[in-house]
Protein backbone atom coordinates (compact mmCIF):
# COMPACT_ATOMS: atom_id res chain seq x y z
CA UNK A 1 0.00 0.00 0.00
CA UNK A 2 0.49 3.65 -0.41
CA UNK A 3 0.83 6.01 2.78
CA UNK A 4 2.33 9.43 3.59
CA UNK A 5 2.34 10.84 7.19
CA UNK A 6 3.23 14.17 8.26
CA UNK A 7 1.86 15.76 11.65
CA UNK A 8 -2.04 16.78 12.10
CA UNK A 9 -1.06 20.30 13.79
CA UNK A 10 1.87 22.42 14.06
CA UNK A 11 1.79 26.11 15.96
CA UNK A 12 4.50 28.25 15.90
CA UNK A 13 5.34 31.65 16.71
CA UNK A 14 5.37 34.85 14.05
CA UNK A 15 8.92 35.68 12.48
CA UNK A 16 9.74 31.98 13.93
CA UNK A 17 10.92 28.80 11.97
CA UNK A 18 8.97 26.25 11.40
CA UNK A 19 9.56 22.34 9.78
CA UNK A 20 7.11 20.55 8.66
CA UNK A 21 7.97 16.47 8.14
CA UNK A 22 6.72 14.17 5.75
CA UNK A 23 7.88 10.32 5.53
CA UNK A 24 6.25 8.30 2.64
CA UNK A 25 5.80 4.36 1.65
CA UNK A 26 4.85 4.13 -1.61
CA UNK A 27 5.48 1.31 -4.63
CA UNK A 28 6.60 3.79 -6.68
CA UNK A 29 8.86 7.52 -6.67
CA UNK A 30 9.99 10.09 -8.77
CA UNK A 31 9.35 13.57 -6.27
CA UNK A 32 8.06 14.85 -3.34
CA UNK A 33 5.93 18.21 -4.06
CA UNK A 34 4.62 20.89 -1.39
CA UNK A 35 0.71 22.31 -1.72
CA UNK A 36 -0.50 25.24 0.69
CA UNK A 37 -4.60 25.30 1.17
CA UNK A 38 -5.72 28.39 2.98
CA UNK A 39 -9.05 27.84 4.58
CA UNK A 40 -11.80 27.85 1.60
CA UNK A 41 -9.29 28.34 -0.74
CA UNK A 42 -7.54 25.73 -3.34
CA UNK A 43 -4.32 23.95 -2.73
CA UNK A 44 -1.63 25.74 -4.71
CA UNK A 45 2.27 24.42 -5.62
CA UNK A 46 5.00 25.07 -3.47
CA UNK A 47 8.00 23.27 -4.55
CA UNK A 48 8.94 19.83 -5.53
CA UNK A 49 11.96 17.91 -5.26
CA UNK A 50 13.11 15.42 -7.23
CA UNK A 51 16.29 14.71 -6.62
CA UNK A 52 17.89 14.76 -2.89
CA UNK A 53 18.80 18.00 -1.54
CA UNK A 54 17.45 21.39 -0.37
CA UNK A 55 15.13 23.47 -3.01
CA UNK A 56 14.97 27.05 -2.04
CA UNK A 57 12.26 29.18 -3.05
CA UNK A 58 12.55 32.51 -1.15
CA UNK A 59 11.38 32.21 2.42
CA UNK A 60 10.07 28.50 1.82
CA UNK A 61 12.83 25.52 1.50
CA UNK A 62 12.16 21.88 0.79
CA UNK A 63 14.24 19.09 1.37
CA UNK A 64 14.05 15.40 0.06
CA UNK A 65 16.20 12.39 1.51
CA UNK A 66 15.29 9.54 -1.03
CA UNK A 67 17.19 6.68 0.85
CA UNK A 68 15.36 7.58 3.83
CA UNK A 69 11.93 8.24 2.08
CA UNK A 70 11.79 11.27 3.90
CA UNK A 71 11.32 15.58 3.14
CA UNK A 72 10.41 18.59 4.99
CA UNK A 73 8.93 21.91 4.18
CA UNK A 74 10.82 24.87 6.08
CA UNK A 75 9.26 27.79 6.60
CA UNK A 76 11.27 31.03 7.22
CA UNK A 77 10.09 33.85 9.16
CA UNK A 78 6.91 33.31 9.53
CA UNK A 79 4.29 35.39 9.02
CA UNK A 80 0.75 35.05 10.13
CA UNK A 81 -0.68 35.00 6.16
CA UNK A 82 1.36 31.53 5.94
CA UNK A 83 -1.92 29.89 8.60
CA UNK A 84 -2.74 27.36 6.40
CA UNK A 85 -2.87 23.51 6.14
CA UNK A 86 0.21 21.96 4.15
CA UNK A 87 0.26 18.71 2.20
CA UNK A 88 2.72 16.73 0.84
CA UNK A 89 2.35 14.76 -2.15
CA UNK A 90 4.15 11.94 -3.58
CA UNK A 91 4.65 11.56 -7.79
CA UNK A 92 4.62 7.73 -8.00
CA UNK A 93 4.89 7.55 -11.50
CA UNK A 94 1.51 6.59 -12.18
CA UNK A 95 0.78 9.69 -14.02
CA UNK A 96 -0.70 11.20 -10.78
CA UNK A 97 0.02 12.88 -7.16
CA UNK A 98 -0.91 10.98 -4.22
CA UNK A 99 -1.41 13.36 -1.15
CA UNK A 100 -0.50 13.02 2.97
CA UNK A 101 -3.42 14.30 4.73
CA UNK A 102 -2.20 17.47 5.72
CA UNK A 103 -0.43 19.31 8.40
CA UNK A 104 -2.58 22.93 9.69
CA UNK A 105 -0.10 25.45 10.22
CA UNK A 106 -1.09 27.78 12.91
CA UNK A 107 0.93 31.30 13.51
CA UNK A 108 0.19 33.06 16.51
CA UNK A 109 1.82 36.76 17.17
CA UNK B 1 -1.86 32.46 -15.77
CA UNK B 2 -3.14 28.72 -15.81
CA UNK B 3 -6.77 28.89 -14.85
CA UNK B 4 -8.96 26.16 -13.91
CA UNK B 5 -12.60 26.59 -13.15
CA UNK B 6 -15.25 24.51 -11.86
CA UNK B 7 -18.83 25.25 -12.42
CA UNK B 8 -20.31 25.72 -8.78
CA UNK B 9 -18.62 26.63 -5.93
CA UNK B 10 -21.87 25.07 -3.78
CA UNK B 11 -24.31 22.56 -4.65
CA UNK B 12 -27.37 20.53 -2.92
CA UNK B 13 -28.38 17.62 -4.19
CA UNK B 14 -30.86 15.07 -3.03
CA UNK B 15 -30.28 11.59 -2.71
CA UNK B 16 -30.34 9.30 -5.94
CA UNK B 17 -30.23 12.56 -7.94
CA UNK B 18 -27.65 12.47 -11.08
CA UNK B 19 -24.80 15.39 -10.50
CA UNK B 20 -22.43 16.49 -12.88
CA UNK B 21 -19.46 18.49 -11.87
CA UNK B 22 -17.92 20.42 -14.95
CA UNK B 23 -14.30 21.50 -14.97
CA UNK B 24 -12.53 23.53 -17.69
CA UNK B 25 -8.71 24.65 -17.77
CA UNK B 26 -7.35 26.88 -20.40
CA UNK B 27 -3.94 25.82 -20.47
CA UNK B 28 -4.49 23.03 -23.04
CA UNK B 29 -2.92 20.21 -20.54
CA UNK B 30 -3.00 17.04 -21.07
CA UNK B 31 -3.57 16.00 -17.78
CA UNK B 32 -6.97 16.84 -15.27
CA UNK B 33 -7.58 15.06 -12.39
CA UNK B 34 -10.58 15.20 -9.81
CA UNK B 35 -10.59 14.92 -5.83
CA UNK B 36 -12.40 14.66 -3.32
CA UNK B 37 -10.95 16.52 0.18
CA UNK B 38 -12.81 15.28 3.95
CA UNK B 39 -11.46 16.48 6.66
CA UNK B 40 -8.42 14.35 8.02
CA UNK B 41 -8.35 12.29 4.93
CA UNK B 42 -6.37 14.87 2.69
CA UNK B 43 -7.42 15.41 -0.96
CA UNK B 44 -7.88 11.78 -2.27
CA UNK B 45 -8.17 10.25 -6.02
CA UNK B 46 -11.16 9.76 -7.46
CA UNK B 47 -10.10 10.11 -11.17
CA UNK B 48 -7.92 11.38 -13.62
CA UNK B 49 -7.53 11.38 -17.55
CA UNK B 50 -4.08 11.85 -20.01
CA UNK B 51 -6.20 12.40 -22.83
CA UNK B 52 -9.28 12.66 -24.40
CA UNK B 53 -11.85 10.15 -24.09
CA UNK B 54 -9.07 8.56 -21.76
CA UNK B 55 -9.85 7.81 -18.16
CA UNK B 56 -8.07 6.24 -15.08
CA UNK B 57 -9.52 5.00 -11.72
CA UNK B 58 -7.79 6.74 -8.79
CA UNK B 59 -7.90 5.52 -5.37
CA UNK B 60 -11.67 6.23 -5.02
CA UNK B 61 -13.68 5.39 -7.51
CA UNK B 62 -16.88 3.71 -6.20
CA UNK B 63 -20.00 5.23 -7.00
CA UNK B 64 -18.20 7.90 -9.51
CA UNK B 65 -17.93 8.61 -13.26
CA UNK B 66 -16.33 11.02 -15.81
CA UNK B 67 -16.39 12.43 -19.03
CA UNK B 68 -13.59 13.56 -21.10
CA UNK B 69 -15.11 14.94 -24.54
CA UNK B 70 -12.89 17.57 -25.22
CA UNK B 71 -9.36 18.48 -24.15
CA UNK B 72 -10.50 21.63 -21.73
CA UNK B 73 -13.07 19.58 -20.11
CA UNK B 74 -13.23 17.00 -17.55
CA UNK B 75 -16.74 15.94 -15.78
CA UNK B 76 -17.58 14.19 -12.72
CA UNK B 77 -20.53 12.47 -12.99
CA UNK B 78 -22.20 10.83 -9.51
CA UNK B 79 -24.90 8.30 -10.97
CA UNK B 80 -27.19 8.00 -8.11
CA UNK B 81 -26.23 10.84 -5.11
CA UNK B 82 -25.34 9.74 -1.46
CA UNK B 83 -25.44 11.16 1.82
CA UNK B 84 -21.57 9.64 1.80
CA UNK B 85 -20.47 11.87 -0.98
CA UNK B 86 -21.27 15.03 0.83
CA UNK B 87 -17.75 16.35 -0.01
CA UNK B 88 -15.49 18.93 -1.37
CA UNK B 89 -14.57 17.93 -4.66
CA UNK B 90 -11.21 19.56 -6.23
CA UNK B 91 -10.67 19.41 -10.44
CA UNK B 92 -7.35 19.88 -10.90
CA UNK B 93 -5.24 19.98 -14.33
CA UNK B 94 -1.04 19.29 -14.49
CA UNK B 95 1.72 20.66 -16.43
CA UNK B 96 4.97 18.67 -15.59
CA UNK B 97 5.76 18.46 -11.97
CA UNK B 98 2.83 21.21 -11.23
CA UNK B 99 -1.20 20.32 -10.28
CA UNK B 100 -3.15 23.59 -10.60
CA UNK B 101 -6.66 23.25 -8.93
CA UNK B 102 -9.41 25.20 -8.88
CA UNK B 103 -11.72 26.67 -6.86
CA UNK B 104 -13.72 23.52 -5.44
CA UNK B 105 -17.26 22.66 -5.21
CA UNK B 106 -18.95 21.76 -1.88
CA UNK B 107 -21.23 19.36 -2.66
CA UNK B 108 -24.24 18.54 0.15
CA UNK B 109 -26.29 15.42 -0.48
CA UNK B 110 -29.15 15.28 1.42
Known amino acids: GQSLEQPSEVTAVEGAIVQINCTYQ??????LSWYQQHDGGAPTFLSY????GLEETGRFSSFLSRSDSYGYLLLQELQMKDSASYFC??????????FGTGTRLTVIP | DVKVTQSSRYLVKRTGEKVFLECVQD?????MFWYRQDPGLGLRLIYF???????EKGDIPEGYSVSREKKERFSLILESASTNQTSMYLC?????????FGPGTRLTVL
Open chain 2, 92 to 100: ASRQETTQY
Open chain 2, 49 to 55: SYDVKMK
Open chain 2, 27 to 31: MDHEN
Open chain 1, 26 to 31: TSGFYG
Open chain 1, 89 to 98: AVNNGANNLF
Open chain 1, 49 to 52: NGLD
